[in-house]
């Protein structure tokens, strides 16, 4: 079961919403150092709500600037843990890899297949 956490954007605080945010664009930054451009592809909400209780946890937090690849004139300004980000990719990647290969058996797509090999191939 992954991707089946979705964010109540009414529900949220404005100071809420822009930390969720900034956990969504790390994490983002975090995958496309570590894995790739492509992998970015597979980040999900999940993984920012398994990033937001795992900060809670840690006591190291490593302020980061950085921009966006989708808006690179936006500069994003957060905090947060390497553990936590390298900790999160791993997890978000394999799921991913999981998932694949339980829709390959359930549907017996070969998209998927082709997907699932590349993943493999490039597999960190």
Sequence with gaps: MLGYIKTQRDDLRICDFCLYKQQYCALCQGIGKKYGIVYRLI??????????????????????SFKCPTNPFKKINTSISNNVIEYCAFINYYLSVLKLEDDIIDEKNNVKKIILKFFKHNSP
């Design 43 to 64: 980040l999900n909400y999940d993984m920012v709500f398994l990033a937001l209780v795992l900060e809670n946890f840690e006591t190291e937090m490593t302020p980061l």
